[in-house]
């Protein structure tokens, strides 16, 4: 008998980060909320494939989140939500990621690890502006505005931060409120850059977007607005599907499930599902919702057990629903916020629910350097390759149709994205000194035409190098399409 199985489609997830990365535009950039393991989905897969499409920094909640993230993204920013406490505060710098100071005394905290080095270390600020949740408190931020030199001292405020409560919300009022609050907050502090938005505040408009958003559960296919967006504009993410264990004919009279909660009145066909709330298929969503076999849909009736499911399939042919016949339970015709919505709950708890029996494949996903290298003769084939393409790519010609007015930042910008992109030299990945937080605030992009000539001159570079098959030289083709298309901003 198959098992029940989860697919993430990661090419969906890389395409959500893209789709929010134009909705904010060029001047802004997008973190990724990665925390409770990639919201459920597994961050060892979704951390490669978010910075792939150009993603740099990630928030998790706790720190060790952060470390089992961290060598997924060596030359990234990752901050975590908690903060520092007394009994971790010395893990943080040691390895290369950053607290989000919540409050004075996690602020003590990180600049008594200031004392420590040569150098400033940077400082992510959480103020509350509504949420009273974590973040400091007013009173607090008011004796930090007020003495910002002692408080502050030996570090660099890079990033001030606060979160939105009701952004998902018709009724923005609160939202408009803490806008204003947050406003009060950057004037009076005058140092870092800003992040306001949640996945809900990017589509409350540009005002909301400051130079940074952190985005969460759009990025994994909810719908970010679901009471002010009539479609989702996310893709969806998720598919989950479960086989029929057995189909049952009850007679009128008897009764489905746990506690006799559906009495059958009729004649009715069902069908048993290998699935249930110990695979994170809530229990809430008893008698409510349905499933779909072969595109027929199926209510699904009586309590959702442990293990099992029960739906009716009275309406559905008899040969589309046999022993090992697999049902959707999450994917185009229920949604996860459909699913939600029938448990009586948020998609986020869907998602963070699903269970680890499923047996789970990911679809989409994007090339590893290590694969490239395996597939190509090695490192110093791969290296000579891209040395040969640099020598096309950074010529004068090409950089000029991205900056006609400054070809040494060109030359600069474009090798700093190459190194970061494709791995770059051994030391730049596997630098693990002082911590430095990376906020690329102005994503670098191309335009279509630089973009075609990128993959002209790597064509080139390909087709002229001996020792490669033509899977190979193939695979390395599709390796730099990709990245420049994800650099492409518009057509021109």
């Known amino acids: 008998m198959p098992h029940a199985e989860l697919v993430v489609h990661l090419d969906r997830v890389a395409d959500n980060y893209r789709k929010i990365q134009t909705q904010i535009g060029p001047q802004v950039s997008a973190a990724a909320m990665v925390k409770a393991d990639g919201y459920g989905l597994g961050a060892s897969e979704i951390v490669p494939t978010l910075r792939a499409a150009g993603c740099r920094m990630f928030f998790v909640a706790r720190l060790d989140e952060a470390l089992a993230v961290r060598d997924n993204a060596t030359d990234c920013s990752i901050l975590v939500l908690d903060g520092p406490g007394d009994g971790d505060v010395d893990q943080f710098v040691p390895n290369g990621v950053f607290p989000v100071i919540n409050s004075l005394h996690q602020l003590a905290l990180w600049r008594q690890q200031a004392a420590h080095g040569d150098h400033p270390l940077p400082a992510v600020l959480h103020v509350d502006t509504g949420m009273s949740r974590l973040g400091f408190p007013p009173d607090e931020f008011e004796a930090l505005a007020a003495a910002p030199t002692e408080l502050l001292e030996g570090l660099q405020v890079q990033l001030v931060m606060s979160h939105l409560a009701s952004a998902d919300e018709r009724d923005i009022a609160q939202s408009s409120d803490q806008l204003d609050r947050f406003l009060a907050v950057r004037a009076a502090l005058g140092a870092g850059s800003a992040s306001l938005a949640n996945s809900a505040g990017i589509f409350l408009g540009d005002e909301y977007h400051f130079e940074m958003v952190r985005p969460g559960y759009a990025l994994y296919g909810g719908n970010p607005q679901p009471e002010r967006l009539e479609h989702n504009p996310m893709a969806a993410v998720v598919q989950l599907h479960a086989p029929v264990l057995q189909v049952f004919e009850a007679e009128p009279g008897s009764t489905v499930g746990y506690g006799a909660t559906h009495r059958v009145d009729r004649p009715m066909r069902l069908a048993t599902l290998a699935v249930g709330y110990g695979d994170g298929f809530l229990r809430a969503g008893s008698g409510r919702g349905s499933v779909f076999v072969n595109g027929h849909e199926a209510p699904i009736v009586g ?190």
């Open 303 to 492: 309590r959702i057990s442990m293990d099992l499911t029960t739906v009716d399939v009275g309406d559905i042919p008899a040969p589309l629903v046999q022993p090992g016949t697999m049902v959707e339970i999450i994917g185009d015709g229920r949604t996860v916020d459909h699913v939600a919505a029938d448990a009586g709950t948020i998609g986020y708890e869907v998602l963070t629910d699903l269970g680890r029996r499923y047996h789970r494949r990911y679809s989409g996903r994007p090339l590893s350097i290590n694969e490239v290298f395996e597939h190509v003769g090695g490192k110093p084939y791969f290296d000579a390759l891209v040395d040969r393409f640099y020598q096309g790519v950074l010529s004068d010609k090409v950089l000029s149709a991205m900056y006609p007015e400054d070809l040494s930042e060109a030359r600069r910008n474009t090798a700093d994205f190459l190194a970061q992109y494709w791995g770059g030299p051994d030391d730049y990945n596997q630098r693990r000194g002082h911590p430095r937080l990376r906020m690329r605030h102005a994503p670098f992009h191309i335009n279509q035409a630089a973009r075609d000539a990128w993959i002209h001159h790597m064509t080139e570079a390909v087709d002229e190098t001996d020792g490669a098959s033509e899977e190979a030289k193939a695979m390395l083709l599709q390796y730099f399409s990709t990245a420049a298309d994800h650099m492409i901003n518009q057509p021109g």
